[in-house]
């Protein structure tokens, strides 16, 4: 696995097992919401750091774990 993960799997795996966070729905949309919001401080960093596609996959995967949850409801 690279130090930055390129896929879902390794992204939820550094987040959850090297990280500690647990990836709720609810985590996964504060997250999202401040990412969303370009003009923030703390999202432009992320971009400077990582990159802006980082930044897109990185709102793509919050985007799974929250679908996932809506598709646990139905």
Request: charged share 35%.
């Amino acid at each position: 696995m690279d130090i930055i993960p390129h896929n879902f799997a390794d992204w939820k795996v550094c987040i959850e097992k090297k990280c500690g966070i647990t990836l709720t729905p609810e985590f996964a949309a504060q997250r999202l919401a401040r990412y969303e919001d370009e003009s923030l401080t703390e999202t432009r960093r992320f971009v400077k750091l990582y990159g802006q596609e980082h930044l897109l996959r990185i709102k793509s995967w919050f985007r799974q774990i929250i679908d996932q949850e809506i598709e646990t409801r139905d």
